[in-house]
């Protein structure tokens, strides 16, 4: 970069006269051995001849000066010697008083010598030819004994004559005393004063806060608070959700001097950055007022003074820079008072951080070293927890609290701590119901002083803020510092295309973190008017101040805002939103009995959740075992995040960080760039001769291209790609990073409901039981067929219900109506169809659905004959027990067993006739009677149809190496033969099921296929297939699920069970994390209930638009499996083109600091200015935007693409490639140093006009590696193009063959072309007009600063032209099928079949 042009600079203006190729002699031989035909030198400068009497000047430059005159020490003749003019002694060499030397004080010059022609100049000697040129000019004889070197030999015994070949003159320095160092130096000192005084003063109230800490601050967060009655409840913390026993809180208090310490420390920073801003435009000459247009004014016109005192304050910014952002979470606290919790202004919560590691296999050693040692310093820093600084408020009764992840923790005076509080309402449905008349107003008051307003606020930052807490991070600050000195350094071009390219990205991540942070917004935050019974009165107020155990009015329309019971009346639900699932749900309200509620059980159809919709509410004005009322009612249990969709957003909003393995071997990465970093500058150092700010400056450049400033922009761009690409398939991000992960994904678990089959069951057939009989007739689905008894069952034993034509109802039941073809009249009266034998029947008494009771019943009267009929329908093993024994067949429990097996939802109908006639005797009946004594009248069976597409995406996923396995609340035989149909379970494999009643149980395992107990599994999972896997799949059930996790046998046969069914949510967490363990896990599901372990996952896709799409980073608009294949292809890219941009980033650092900057070093060369703006500002920036563009693959591999940047794959890759190119450039001057044409012209410091920086690549040296490098930089963004296992075919990404192509043409034409407008204005086959002229290529008709080379051009012949160029192409070539062949290709195909890495082994 711009670093070879300064570093030139300062080193041959400055320090550089000793610049030379270490390892061989300049233009002494030619490519034959002999030795060069020496070329003429003209005027040539000589240095001064000094003497201590002019007497000892040769007679030629001895003095005469005309009458009147003296000769004086400036070596010219003056009326009078004055005192300035003396100071001008060229023998001094610009040295006074103590720095002079004490043999130079009587140093007089004498004439000077005109300049000379030396005939045969040796530029590898050409001191001692200019000595010897300039001796005989002066008619010295002998000067190797009579004349010394200034410095070297003084004047003494024979020497009586010395050549002032004066050193480095001292560069100027300041006095310290200038005004913008006094200014420096007041606004620091004064910094460091007051933070030593504030220190001071609060050193003695920080003794007494942390004395006390230990007692209180230091507190675990979520202890029991309090029990105090209220109206016979119980008040009681929320340990399960909000407790943090590992959480520490400490109390602050502001101080007005550590208030003004923090915002002084921020000014400081922000004074530093404008101090780099002042000395960048004085750099350029840039600065307003008297010194506007002076370069280097501030360091008096001294570029090395200049660059030194840059390096200087750069330095100081950046560790200010990391420092500040180390201490970020401490900083202000550091400065507040230390105290009590309790009495503190401020509560910082200390909680520790859970990383969650996705990495696919263990560690090798140096990466346990290095994670060892990572941690050690995360520790050391605190960067191990989370520091979160809450404002203690208080409460209109003088209550303190806080208000930490959208909970609110109050102070107890009792037990002296902070604790979440929630209202334990009791579980006895009597109680809940004895709640009807609501609270006091002063009870509210006090129970929202406690939990909290009934909202959940989500923060949403401004624009500017969210970019802000995006760029504030480490690698934004790296970014920062180093394209500064890309500002500063004259390279301000480039340093503007990576700045946009890194805007860009960061923007991208910036607005799709705010969508997401929006749709959650809209999600949490809900407040509407509510009607709520306060005082014994109805009072509209805000959902914001519900609490629990209010009473509410549940109105059509209304959302609720908090999980609250129904007591009275009925409610149809829209729970879309929670489950996905766009069915209505019947809610009724609790019974008057002495059962107990429990919202996950039976409870379930009596319970209001957070964040639904009521699609219709129905007062019930009579009822025998429910309350009574004119309005629907509905009690508040939990509001705010104690509710089940506030745990959610909660749980959504605080995540734990989740680190990829790309983020464990990056370290690795780092410290070995940066260590290769400090190899080249050693070796720079030793070729280069040059100064410590040359030095300093390359090695910036050196990190700043091995760790790429766009290194992080590549990875979020491609990111990004994949995302946009998603989105178009209906696939929506809101975590662009976890698409690397998905690209990784090795185990699938999937829900079957929803997700592998439609959405709900299909009324399948049913198979009745034939009267006296008690045998089984035939199973159809034709329910015509069946007898008049079965029809009517079907028609009334359900609770659907018709609400403006839309059917409400549990989706069986829907089902089932609608199969029966009969229609509802009034609300309670069936007409069957037309041409039925049925009678309309109408509805005496229905008992819902209970959980507990596996069964519904239903009391219904034909009003043909007035007869009254009972039917029940249930689970067939709970029918079979309530059943007369005498009706059940003998072979039920077979039967049964195999249509659950076949996937059917099997449920049963008993009946039994009624001798009463009047309906208001029913009503006085209980349930158990009324459903005793029934005789089994058949079974009805549905069944869950697998979507069209899920066997092909299932396929697909194995294809791709990907295990999938499914996770079910449904039947464990439902669950089998659905996993059997979409092609989970291989065909032919053998099935065994383990079941147990409980998990204090053992599990009993049984053959699916033979119905035959397997006492030990093990020897089915011995017998191997040709696959090496056994042949035998595991299917366990919920209580069998538990048992294995408890006895810890899981670990062993996790990876054999491929079915997990009746699963609870909390179940599928912990299926998801044991997966976790042993792989990169993803789940995909498409409810509510699926939404811890979506969130759980590496990797979640919801198909759903309700809440679990926002759980979810990935969620899907089109509900099939497909889904999953396109998201693990459109990742699976993404992260192949992320790896490849980071491999092109690499390569192009390895280039740049590699060859290039050892050869520039070397010769002391360097590439022309537009070139490097053509290198960075066009081949690596265009081919890094154009290699995202490469698009999936159309299948997916049997592999997954690396995720190891320290993996053999990208070590073969980056290494193979950099080590071509290294061999190529290398050999690239073998091959010059072997032309005719180039030996005897090399390039020399000593011909060459060192003050002409910008003019350095004027030669051959230079334009063989401008050439070489170049094709191989467009060469490094094809390369990695390649790999169509997981992206298209390099070939079909058109927009990098266009740059790629446009690229090669431009530079070949530059190479091949004979002297052009386009190649002189990189200065390369180019000359000084007049040498182009007599070369015979005519006279150029632009502009060309003539040569800074004694050969005037530097052409290359024709035909070496066109060697040089199929070189070229040869590098690219190997390069290419190095790639092709070896990192893609059969070689590696070889390897991994030989040499297999250790990874998960696992059955497809």
């Not at 600050?477 to 700045?499: E, H, M, P, R, S």
């Not at 538990?1042 to 609870?1064: D, N, P, Q, W, Y």
Request: aromatic share 10%; charged share 20%; proline share 4%.
């Amino acid at each position: 970069m711009r670093i070879l042009y300064r570093a030139t600079a300062i080193a041959q203006l400055v320090a550089l006269a000793a610049a030379f190729q270490v390892w061989h002699d300049v233009n002494r031989y030619d490519a034959h051995g002999n030795e060069c035909v020496y070329r003429e030198k003209k005027d040539v400068v000589c240095s001064q001849l000094c003497v201590t009497k002019l007497d000892d000047c040769p007679a030629s430059l001895q003095p005469d000066c005309p009458a009147g005159q003296s000769f004086c020490a400036d070596g010219a003749c003056h009326d009078k010697c004055t005192e300035d003019i003396q100071a001008k002694n060229p023998c001094h060499c610009s040295r006074a008083g103590n720095k002079l030397p004490a043999e130079a004080h009587d140093l007089v010059p004498c004439l000077s010598i005109p300049n000379v022609t030396i005939q045969q100049f040796h530029p590898w000697k050409s001191e001692n030819d200019i000595r010897s040129a300039c001796g005989r000019e002066a008619n010295i004889t002998d000067q190797s004994t009579t004349v010394g070197v200034w410095g070297k030999t003084w004047i003494g015994g024979s020497v009586s004559a010395l050549w002032a070949e004066c050193p480095r003159a001292p560069a100027p320095n300041y006095t310290y005393g200038e005004s913008y160092w006094i200014a420096t130096y007041a606004v620091n000192g004064a910094l460091a004063v007051l933070i030593l005084h504030v220190r001071a003063a609060m050193a003695k109230s920080a003794a007494i806060g942390e004395k006390l800490a230990g007692t209180e601050s230091m507190s675990d967060i979520g202890k029991a608070v309090e029990s105090k009655s209220l109206n016979g409840m119980s008040l009681a913390d929320n340990a399960s959700e909000h407790a943090m026993p590992n959480s520490r809180l400490s109390g602050y208090r502001d101080h007005l001097l550590g208030t003004a310490c923090v915002w002084s420390i921020a000014g400081v920073a922000m004074l530093w950055i404008c101090f780099l801003g002042v000395w960048t435009a004085d750099y350029y000459g840039s600065l307003p007022g008297k010194y506007h247009g002076t370069l280097y004014s501030l360091a008096y016109e001294s570029d090395f003074l200049e660059l030194a005192t840059f390096l200087i304050i750069w330095g100081i910014t950046f560790i200010m820079l990391i420092v500040l952002y180390v201490l970020k979470p401490h900083l202000r606290n550091y400065f507040r008072l230390l105290m009590l919790p309790s009495e503190g202004q401020y509560v910082c919560v200390v909680r520790p951080l859970h990383e969650v590691k996705a990495t696919e296999e263990k560690p090798n050693v140096l990466q346990r070293y290095v994670n060892a040692l990572t941690d050690r310093l995360t520790i050391l820093l605190c960067r191990d927890k989370e520091y979160t600084t809450c404002l203690v408020e208080t409460t209109t009764e003088g209550r303190i609290f806080f208000t930490y992840q959208c909970t609110r923790y109050v102070y107890s005076d009792k037990t002296q701590q902070y604790a979440p509080y929630e209202f334990d309402l009791g579980t006895a449905h009597r109680g809940l119901i004895g709640q009807a008349d609501g609270l006091s107003s002063a009870d509210a008051a006090y129970r929202l002083e406690l939990t909290g307003p009934n909202f959940i606020q989500v923060r949403v930052p401004g624009l500017f803020e969210a970019a802000a807490r995006e760029l504030v991070s480490f690698f934004y600050i790296y970014q920062f510092i180093f394209l500064w000195a890309f500002y500063f350094y004259a390279y301000y071009q480039v340093g503007l295309v990576d700045t946009g390219v890194i805007i860009i990205s960061a923007s991208i991540k910036v607005m799709l973190r705010l969508q997401s942070e929006r749709r959650l917004k809209h999600m949490a935050e809900h407040e509407e008017m509510v009607a709520v019974r306060r005082d014994g009165k109805w009072v509209e107020m805000s959902t914001r101040n519900l609490v629990p155990g209010d009473v509410i009015e549940i109105v059509t329309g209304a959302h609720i805002s908090c999980d609250c019971v129904l007591i009275s009346g009925m409610a149809i639900m829209n729970e879309s939103s929670l489950t996905g699932e766009p069915t209505p749900v019947s809610k009724r309200p609790l019974r008057i009995d002495d059962g107990n509620y429990s919202p996950t059980g039976a409870g379930k159809m009596s319970t209001l959740f957070a964040g639904t919709v009521v699609s219709q509410a129905q007062a019930v004005l009579q009822s025998t075992d429910s309350l009574e009322s004119d309005r629907v009612l509905a009690l508040v249990r939990f509001t705010g995040t104690s509710s089940d969709k506030g745990q959610l957003v909660r749980r959504i909003l605080f995540p734990n960080p989740i680190s990829f393995i790309f983020n464990e071997q990056m370290r690795i990465v780092v410290c070995i760039l940066v260590l290769y970093s400090v190899f080249v500058m050693v070796m720079a150092t030793y070729m280069y001769k040059g100064d410590s700010v040359a030095v300093a400056f390359y090695g910036i450049f050196a990190i700043a291209q091995l760790l790429s400033p766009l290194l992080p922009a590549a990875l979020v761009i491609g990111q990004s790609i994949a995302a946009t690409r998603l989105r178009k398939k209906q696939i929506y991000c809101v975590d662009p990073q976890r698409i690397m992960t998905a690209g990784k994904v090795q185990i699938l678990a999937t829900d079957k409901t929803g997700t592998l089959t439609k959405e709900g069951l299909e009324f399948y057939g049913v198979q009745q039981v034939l009267g006296q009989q008690a045998r089984f007739g035939e199973f159809t689905s034709e329910l015509k067929r069946s007898d008049e008894l079965m029809q009517m069952g079907m028609a009334s034993c359900h609770a659907v219900k018709d609400l403006n034509g839309q059917l409400i109802g549990n989706p069986v039941d829907i089902e089932q109506w609608v199969a029966s073809g009969c229609a509802l009249e009034q609300g309670e009266t069936i007409v069957p169809p037309k041409g039925s034998a049925l009678g309309t029947l109408r509805v005496v008494r229905r008992f819902e659905f209970v959980h507990a009771r596996a069964s519904m019943s239903v009391v219904v009267q034909d009003e043909r004959s007035g007869q009254l009929h009972v039917f029940v329908k249930g689970s067939f093993e709970r029918l079979k027990a309530i059943s007369n024994a005498s009706s059940v067949p003998g072979d039920y429990d077979t039967v049964c067993a195999d249509l659950a097996r076949e996937g059917g939802y099997v449920l049963a109908f008993a009946h039994k006739a009624l001798a009463a006639s009047d309906p208001a005797d029913v009503g006085r009946v209980a349930q158990d009677q009324l459903e005793s004594g029934c005789d089994l009248a058949g079974l009805l069976v549905f069944k869950n149809m697998l979507k069209h597409d899920t066997a092909e995406a299932i396929a697909e996923l194995k294809r791709g190496s990907t295990r999938v396995v499914e996770v079910t609340g449904d039947t464990s035989l439902t669950g089998i033969y659905i996993a059997r149909q979409c092609g989970i379970i291989p065909p032919d494999s053998r099935v065994l099921l383990g079941e147990c009643a409980s998990p204090a149980e053992e599990i009993q395992w049984v053959d699916v296929d033979t119905r035959e107990a397997v006492a030990d599994i093990q020897p089915y999972l011995s017998q191997l297939g040709p696959d090496g896997f056994p042949t035998a799949e595991l299917a366990v059930g919920g209580c069998a699920f538990e048992r294995l996790c408890t006895t810890g046998e899981v670990a062993s046969l996790l990876l054999h069970i491929r079915v997990f069914a009746r699963m609870k949510p909390s179940d599928k967490v912990r299926c998801v994390q044991l997966h976790m363990e042993r792989g990169t896990t993803a789940m995909c599901g498409d409810g509510g209930n699926d939404s811890p372990a979506l969130r759980a996952a590496h990797v979640g896709i919801a198909l759903s638009s309700g809440e679990a799409s926002i759980v979810a980073p990935f969620s899907s608009a089109n509900r099939s499996m497909m889904a999953c294949v396109e998201l693990l292809r459109q990742s699976r890219a993404g992260l192949a083109t992320s790896f490849a941009n980071f491999t092109a980033l690499i390569c192009y650092g390895q280039i740049m600091s590699g060859m290039l900057k050892m050869a520039t070093f070397y010769f002391a060369i360097s590439l022309t200015e537009n070139l490097w703006m053509l290198i960075d500002g066009a081949v690596a920036t265009g081919l890094m935007l154009t290699i995202s563009l490469s698009g999936p693959a159309k299948r997916l591999a049997p592999h997954r693409p690396t995720s190891r940047i320290l993996g053999p794959q990208m070590l073969a890759s980056v290494g193979g490639v950099v080590l071509m190119n290294w061999l190529f450039s290398a050999l690239s001057y073998v091959w010059l140093f072997r032309q005719d044409w180039f030996r005897c012209n090399e390039h020399s410091t000593a011909e060459s006009d060192a003050t002409k920086w910008w003019l350095q690549g004027d030669n051959y040296e230079a334009s063989i590696m401008s050439f070489v490098c170049a094709f191989q930089f467009i060469n490094n963004g094809f390369v990695v193009n390649y790999g169509y296992l997981y992206r298209a075919r390099w070939y079909r990404n058109y927009a990098l063959l266009v740059v790629w192509g446009f690229l090669m043409a431009f530079v070949s034409y530059m190479l091949l072309a004979d002297p052009s407008r386009v190649g002189c204005a990189f200065r390369l086959n180019c000359g000084t007009a007049e040498v182009l002229e007599s070369l015979g290529y005519g006279k150029p008709t632009w502009n060309i600063e003539p040569y800074n080379n004694p050969l005037g051009h530097n052409v290359i012949p024709k035909a070496s032209r066109y060697e040089l160029w199929g070189y070229c192409l040869g590098n690219m070539l190997a390069a290419n099928l190095w790639q092709v062949v070896v990192i893609n290709g059969p070689v590696r195909n070889w390897l991994r079949k030989k040499m297999p890495l250790s990874r998960l082994k696992v059955k497809l």
